[in-house]
Every structure is written in structure tokens, then in C-alpha cells.
């Protein structure tokens, strides 16, 4: 798992290419969870990319959760 703090050459987002790698789901499922703001991350999306805080990813995988909906009201 990666650091919290990103290392030299390393981005403060993710791309939902890097979340494929780290988490072994598919593109299409992933694409798809953000899509629908389903990932247990905030996800932003600039222009056609999507992208994850990596601050965030790394809180919620240290964190053990699940995958849940986060439905902003």
C-alpha cells in the first residue's frame, strides 16, 4: 500500500487506471462506481477524468471499510 504522503514522482490524486491496479476491480467497474459516486472516496471530475484524492484512498484502505455508497444528500 502506498504512503499517505505521495513520494517523488508521485501524484496527490489517483486515476481510476490506479485504482484498477490497487484494487484489482475491472476498468468498467470502476468507471462505473464513480460514475454513480459510489466509490467510498470523493471523486472529482475534471473535464472527462475522474480523479481520488490518494489521501483518501490510503485513509480508507487503512481503515479496513468496505466499498459503500457515499449518496451526498
Given at each position: 500500500?502506498?504512503?499517505a504522503t505521495p513520494t517523488k514522482g508521485e501524484s496527490d490524486t489517483l486515476t481510476l487506471y490506479d485504482?484498477?491496479?490497487?484494487?484489482?476491480l475491472s476498468y468498467t467497474t470502476i468507471?462505473?462506481?464513480?460514475?454513480?459516486?459510489k466509490l467510498?472516496?470523493?471523486v472529482f471530475k475534471?473535464?472527462?477524468?475522474?480523479?481520488v484524492s490518494r489521501k483518501a484512498y490510503d485513509a480508507v484502505m487503512s481503515a479496513g471499510h468496505e466499498p459503500q455508497s457515499n449518496d451526498a444528500a
Open positions: 500500500m502506498a504512503t485504482l484498477v491496479e490497487r484494487t484489482g468507471y462505473e462506481q464513480a460514475r454513480l459516486n467510498p472516496v470523493p475534471i473535464g472527462r477524468r475522474y480523479l
